[in-house]
């Protein structure tokens, strides 16, 4: 498991070097804040608003936007250097600090365990998480799901081991999903609110009860250290885009839905089930995610202990 552990880190940290390397040339000496975003979420909207540049420049910074798949190469980039800033769900640090990226939990989202969820086909004869001892689960290696997973199996008597996890990206786990190479899907919104309008899949287990299913902002040990005015007027300005957001769901999902190829309706689903405030850390969300960290190093999946508190942010720290 180590050995997988460390081949996947080093073929991922590979890509992610071209991309600093890419960074570095076509930057040189400016000063720039490097934010990397996912295709849905708060800072797709404060990309998309344009908020954020005008009031960087009168820092005398220059921000650069890079999309990834997902939050498991997101924190991959952060920890070679192509980016300063970024967000991800509760699992993908952990992965990343076992691994010893120089990662900084500088905020949260409160939670929204209804935003991931397992899901079967809408004919399929799974009807609880006990029926998926033995069948094939789809989920992305190291994102929030693969945490609601191992905790959905835990509450139902069910052995990680007695299930066969097949790792794949949202898109491909749709593809999968939708001819049948596999008997369950664990994603989280925008993708689940999709798969269920297109397909009537149907929800064996949500997080509700579960897991907390956290949103977490973070920087590069380096970039916070150096820049930590710069990292408080991202997230005032994030705040600023949240409260909008919070308030007129209907207007967000006609602005997020062309830029992700989904349907208004579509993306409303996936707002309403979304958690809103841009919050500082505490006690208490450091010992949630210390919670998912043994978690993993228990079943083996990270390849030593980690503590949160290490590389976390308080209110006032």
Known sequence: ????????????????????????????????????????????????????????????????WTEFPSGPPLLEALNVGAIDLGNTGEAPPIFAQAAGAPIQYVAYEPPAPKGEAILVPKDSPLKSVTDLKGKKVALNKGSNVHYLLVKALEKAGVKYSEIEPVFLAPADARA????????????????????????????????????????????????????????????????????????????????????????VPVVEVALKRQAYGIKPITDAVIADQQQVADAFFALGLIPKSIRISDVARKSGS
Do not use: C
């Open 176 to 263: 999968a999903f939708e001819r049948g190479a596999v008997d369950a899907w664990v994603i989280w919104d925008p993708f689940q609110a999709a798969a269920e309008a297109a397909t009537g899949a149907r929800t064996l287990a949500d997080g509700t009860g579960t897991v907390a299913n956290y949103q977490f902002y973070f920087s590069s040990k380096k970039f916070l250290e150096a820049n930590p005015k710069i990292v408080e007027a991202v997230l005032a300005e994030l705040s600023t885009v949240d409260d909008w957001a919070k308030g007129d769901i209907h207007a967000v999902a006609e602005q997020l839905a062309p830029s992700i190829g989904l349907s």
């Open 1 to 64: 498991m180590k050995r997988i552990v460390q081949r996947v880190i080093a073929a991922i940290v590979l890509s992610i070097g071209i991309v600093a390397a890419a960074v570095g040339t076509s930057y040189g000496q400016d000063k720039v804040v490097r934010i990397g975003y996912q295709k849905y979420g708060k800072l797709v909207l404060l990309k998309s608003k344009g908020t954020l540049e005008p009031k960087l420049e009168a820092f005398g910074y220059k921000v650069v």
